[in-house]
């Protein structure tokens, strides 16, 4: 069973545009991760957000979790073509073992 | 790619025959992941291990078996392959001295006809 539930599933938006997506999960969580990937490509971690975290930012990406609504949303902000990919959120409520559990994806498109 | 290698990175088999994908690190870390990717489905667990000889099931470990004789090595074998074992298969490394991430190989495609 997926955890997290990603909105929207397909983004297309230009070049110097933001893209937001959204994640919502089921259960209690240890932390919240997000990941790219490019098309053949291995996932690349990109941030990870603590439960007792709000937000979190990393360069051009801002990271919010809401914990009450079991939700949170990955902003890319001024996007470039080279963001074209696939994001997924994963959520760890593992404990100590490290097990992520993955949405089925967003996938955005930067048109230059 | 954080020093994850995996192979082989393409296999085409047929159906009933055995099948190894291996995943060799360099990073040391004591935690190793095999998922399977497939559309509509994004990622998931198959096996993973927490050290040598330690291994637990995932979310869909049915018709899979996993080892790891050594820190740097997790193999996944299909014992049987089946056609709906098509799928592209990423290993996934963390150290548990972090805060959780995972970082992953290349992938393997492997189809099953």
């Known amino acids: 069973s997926q955890q997290g539930e990603e909105d929207p599933q397909a983004l297309s938006i230009q070049e110097g545009e933001n893209a937001t997506m959204n994640c919502s999960y089921k259960?209690?969580?240890?932390?919240l991760q997000w990941y790219r990937q490019n098309s053949g490509r291995g996932l690349v971690h990109l941030i990870l957000?603590?439960?007792?975290?709000r937000e979190k930012h990393s360069g051009r990406l801002r990271v919010t979790l809401d914990t009450s609504k079991k939700s949170s949303s990955l902003l890319i902000t001024a996007s470039r073509a080279a963001d074209t990919a696939s994001y997924f959120c994963?959520?760890?409520?593992?404990?100590?073992?490290?097990?992520?559990?993955f949405g089925q994806g967003t996938t955005l498109q930067v048109k230059p | 790619d954080a020093g994850i290698t995996q192979s082989p990175r393409h296999k085409v088999t047929e159906t009933g025959t055995p099948v190894t994908l291996r995943c060799h690190q360099t990073?040391?870390?004591?935690?190793m992941y095999w998922y399977r990717q497939d559309p509509g489905h994004g990622l998931r667990l198959i096996h993973y291990s927490y050290g040598v000889k330690d291994t637990d099931k995932g979310e869909v470990s049915d018709g899979y078996s996993v080892s790891r004789s050594k820190t740097e090595d997790f193999l996944l074998t299909l014992e049987s392959a089946t056609s709906s074992q098509t799928s592209v298969y990423f290993c996934a490394i963390s150290d548990p001295g972090g805060f959780g991430e995972q970082y992953f190989g290349p992938g393997t495609r492997l189809t099953v006809t």
């Open positions: 957000i603590r439960s007792n975290e």
């Open positions: 259960t209690s969580i240890n932390n």
């Open positions: 990073e040391n870390h004591r935690y």
């Open positions: 994963a959520t760890d409520a593992s404990g100590n073992t490290g097990k992520l559990i």
